[in-house]
C-alpha cells in the first residue's frame, strides 16, 4: 500500500465522537495522544528504525505526563482532593509503570512491541471512554449545582450498562487494529531475519540465491497481478479466483454463498470537497475499517473507483454483514480539512442455483449479475442493498445459454445465410438480393432473427456475426461471378456494429480480401435507430465507408421518429419502405392513405424507393400505382439458399398486372 502520510493514513485508533468528554481542552489533548499513539504505530510497522519508534514513544510518554498534570489540575478545580481524583491520579502513575516494565523487558522483541500496543490502545479507548468522561460529567453536574455524592450518582446510572457495553464494542475493534499493527510489526521482523538469511545464502551460493530471488519476484508479480495497490484489497482479478476456487468446491450446497457489489453513494461528492488525494486516503481507510468488520473466510476486492465486491461463503450472514460494514462507513473520517461520512448501495447475487438448468455458473457472469442487480438498486434503492430475484436470474441464465450457443454456432459454422431478390415489379430485372441469416441449431432446428438476434442486440457478440455476414456475402457473390452470376448483395448492420470503434478501417480489410468484387455491389442497410442521438457520429462513420464503394440504405423506413430535417442529413441512396405499412394496404383506405403518404414523403428525400413485405398481387399494383417500383416479398420470392438462386432466375417472371400497370402521377 502507498504511504500517503503517518498521520493521516495508518489509524490504529480511529478517532470516534463516543470519545468526547464535552469539555474542549481535554478532548484536543486526547486527539494529540491519539495522533502521536498513530504515529507510533506506523513507525514500526513500516519498516522505520526501532530508534526512531522509541524516540516516539518518549514523546508519547512526554505528552502524557503534559496531559495528566492539565487534566488533574481540571478535576482538582472541582473535585480537590476526593477519593475519585485521587484514584484518578492513581491510574495515571501506574500508566507509566507499566510503560516502564515493558521498557525494561528481556523478552524478545516483537513480543514486547505486541504487548506494549495492546496494552496502550486498550488502555486509553478505556481511560477516555470510562474514566475521563466519568469526571467530566461529574464536574458538570457539581457546576450545575448538584453536591458530590448525588452528582456521582447521577453519573453512575447515566453510565451504567451503556458505557461498558460501548466500552467493550470499541475495545473489541482496537483489539483486531492492534492485532493488525502487531501482526505488520511480526511480519516486518520476519522480512529482516528473511534478508539476512538471502544475504548468507548469497555469500554461500550466489546462483542458488538469485533463483531464489527470482522466484520471489516471480510472486510478487503475481500478487500485484490479483491485488489493487490503492488499498490493499484484492482488485477484480483476485476476487474473480476467489469465486472460481469457491465454485470449484464439490461440497457447495444451493445458495449457500453470496457474491455483493458495492458502489459508494457520495464519494464524488467527497473527491470534490477534499481533491483526489485525500478522497483516495479515504478509500484507503475505508477498506481497513471494513475488513476488521469482516469473517476471516470473507473476500474484499476493489474492483474499481468508488466500486467494491464482497465474497461471502455463507450467504446466511450476508445482510448482517452489510449493515456492519453500513455502520463502520457511517462513522466520520478526520481528513484533515473536515470529516465526512459514506454511504453505499448494493447488489446481491446467491449462488450457486443448482436448479437453473445446465449451464455452469461462471464468476464473470455472478460479477455482472451483481453489477445489474446494483444498477437496480441505485434507481430504485439508494443507500440500501436489493438481491437478484429468481425470475430475473432465470431470464439472465436463458440469455447466457444463448450467447454460449450463439459463440459455439458460429465456431462449428452452424449460421446460414438465405437470399431474397430485389426486383423492378414493372419489367422483372433482378435489382439484386439482400442477405438474411438464419441458424441452424442442433438441438432446435432451422431459426429465423427473431429468435436470436435480440439477445445480442446490444452485445459485441452481435459484431462477430455481422462480420460474418459480411464476409459469408462477399464470399458468395464472388462464387456467383465464377457461375456467370453477376447479382449485387445488401448486408444488415447493427448500430453496434456500425458504431463499433474502427468499423470503415474492419469493413476495408474485409473488401481487400476480395479485390476481383467492386465495392458498389455491397450495399449496407442500416435502420434509422442506429443514427438516434449520434447523428454526427454516424455520418462520418458513413462517409467513410461510402469512401471504400459501398452503398447505404435506410431500412425500415417510416417506423422511426426523427424529423424530416434529421433523416436528410443521412447519405443514403436508397429508403426501404417497412413490411407493415404494405401488408394491410389493400385492408382500408386508411391503411392506403398511410402508404400513399409514405411513398410521397419518400420523394422529399430524393432518394431510391424499395417496398419490404409484398405478399399479393393486389399489393404491388397498388404500389405501382403509388410509384413504388421495386420491392422484395413473398409475391416475388422467398428467401433463397444460396444453390437455389440460378433456378429462381431462370424461372423469374413478373406477373402479367404488374407489367400492366399505370404508374399514377403524383
Known amino acids: 500500500m502507498p504511504w500517503q502520510s503517518e498521520t493521516d493514513v495508518f489509524e490504529i485508533f480511529p478517532w470516534n465522537r463516543n470519545f468526547e468528554t464535552g469539555l474542549e481542552d481535554i478532548d484536543e489533548q486526547h486527539r494529540v495522544l491519539v495522533s502521536i499513539l498513530n504515529r507510533l504505530a506506523w513507525h514500526f510497522a513500516s519498516g522505520s528504525s526501532v530508534l526512531d519508534g522509541l524516540h516516539l514513544l518518549d514523546e508519547l510518554l512526554a505528552y502524557a505526563s503534559y496531559h495528566f498534570r492539565y487534566e488533574e489540575g481540571v478535576w482538582e478545580k472541582t473535585l480537590g482532593g476526593t477519593e475519585m481524583a485521587r484514584n484518578h491520579h492513581d491510574s495515571h502513575q501506574m500508566f507509566f509503570a507499566r510503560i516502564q516494565m515493558l521498557r525494561q523487558s528481556k523478552a524478545p522483541q516483537e513480543d514486547v512491541l505486541a504487548e506494549l500496543f495492546d496494552y496502550l490502545t486498550r488502555w486509553l479507548a478505556f481511560h477516555i471512554l470510562e474514566s475521563d468522561r466519568r469526571m467530566a460529567l461529574t464536574i458538570k453536574a457539581m457546576k450545575a449545582g448538584k453536591p458530590l455524592e448525588e452528582a456521582r450518582e447521577r453519573v453512575d446510572s447515566e453510565l451504567n450498562g451503556s458505557v461498558s457495553v460501548l466500552v467493550t464494542a470499541l475495545l473489541e475493534i482496537y483489539g483486531k487494529l492492534s492485532a493488525s499493527t502487531i501482526q505488520l510489526m511480526r511480519e516486518k521482523m520476519a522480512r529482516h531475519k528473511a534478508e539476512d538469511e538471502l544475504q548468507r545464502l548469497q555469500s554461500e551460493r550466489l546462483n542458488r540465491a538469485l533463483e531464489d530471488q527470482a522466484s520471489d519476484h516471480q510472486k510478487q508479480v503475481e500478487f500485484l497481478a490479483y491485488a489493487d495497490p490503492l488499498t490493499g484489497l484484492w482488485n477484480r482479478n483476485g476476487i474473480t479466483r476467489f469465486i472460481r476456487e469457491l465454485l470449484d468446491r464439490g461440497d457447495l450446497k444451493n445458495d449457500s454463498a453470496a457474491l455483493v457489489s458495492m458502489d459508494l453513494d457520495n464519494f464524488q461528492e467527497i473527491n470534490a470537497r477534499f481533491g483526489e488525494e485525500t478522497a ?99 434507481q430504485e434503492l439508494k443507500g440500501n442493498w436489493l438481491f437478484l430475484d429468481v425470475g430475473e436470474k432465470k431470464a439472465d441464465r436463458s440469455r447466457q445459454r444463448l450467447l454460449s450457443d450463439i459463440r459455439k454456432g458460429l465456431e462449428y459454422g452452424q449460421f446460414r445465410l438465405l437470399y431474397q431478390p430485389k426486383v423492378s415489379l414493372r419489367t422483372g430485372e433482378v435489382k439484386g438480393v439482400e442477405a438474411l441469416i438464419r441458424w441452424q441449431h442442433p438441438d432446435i432446428g432451422f431459426l429465423s432473427p427473431d429468435g436470436f438476434l435480440p439477445a445480442i442486440e446490444h452485445h459485441p457478440l452481435m459484431v462477430e456475426i455481422g462480420e460474418w455476414v459480411l464476409f459469408e456475402a462477399l464470399t458468395q457473390m464472388s462464387m456467383w461471378d465464377s457461375r456467370g452470376i453477376h447479382m449485387n448483395i445488401s448486408v444488415n448492420v447493427a448500430a453496434i456494429q456500425l458504431q463499433a470503434p474502427g468499423f470503415a478501417e474492419r469493413l476495408r480489410d474485409i473488401l481487400g480480401r476480395f479485390p476481383d468484387l467492386d465495392p458498389a455491389r455491397l450495399d449496407l442497410e442500416i435502420l434509422e435507430s442506429a443514427t438516434l442521438g449520434e447523428l454526427d457520429k454516424v455520418v462520418s462513420i458513413i462517409d467513410d465507408c461510402r469512401r471504400l464503394g459501398v452503398t447505404f440504405s435506410l431500412d425500415d423506413f417510416g417506423t422511426g421518429y426523427s424529423s424530416l430535417s434529421y433523416l436528410k442529413q443521412l447519405p443514403v441512396h436508397a429508403l426501404k419502405i417497412d413490411r407493415e405499412f404494405v401488408s394491410g394496404v389493400n385492408d382500408t383506405e386508411e391503411n392506403y392513405s398511410i402508404l400513399r403518404g409514405i411513398i410521397g414523403l419518400s420523394r422529399v428525400f430524393g432518394r431510391e424507393l424499395i417496398a419490404e413485405g409484398v405478399e399479393t398481387i393486389e399489393q404491388g399494383e397498388i404500389l405501382l400505382s403509388l410509384g413504388c417500383e421495386f420491392a422484395q416479398g413473398y409475391a416475388i420470392s422467398p428467401p433463397l439458399a444460396r444453390e437455389k438462386l440460378a433456378d429462381w432466375l431462370a424461372g423469374w417472371k413478373p406477373f402479367p398486372q404488374w407489367a400492366e400497370s399505370l404508374t399514377l402521377s403524383q
Do not use: C, Y
Open 280 to 378: 483516495d486516503r479515504m478509500l484507503g481507510l475505508l477498506a481497513r475499517r471494513w475488513l476488521d468488520a469482516l469473517p476471516p473466510d470473507a473476500a474484499l476486492a476493489r474492483i474499481g473507483g468508488d466500486e467494491f465486491a464482497l465474497l461471502l461463503p455463507d450467504a446466511s450472514q450476508v445482510e448482517i454483514r452489510l449493515r456492519a460494514l453500513q455502520l463502520t462507513a457511517r462513522q466520520p473520517f478526520d481528513l484533515g480539512g473536515g470529516s465526512a461520512l459514506v454511504s453505499f448501495t448494493a447488489g446481491i447475487v446467491v449462488f450457486p442455483d443448482n436448479e437453473l438448468g445446465h449451464v455452469d455458473e461462471d464468476a464473470d457472469i455472478l460479477l455482472r449479475q451483481a453489477d445489474q442487480t446494483l444498477f437496480r438498486a441505485k
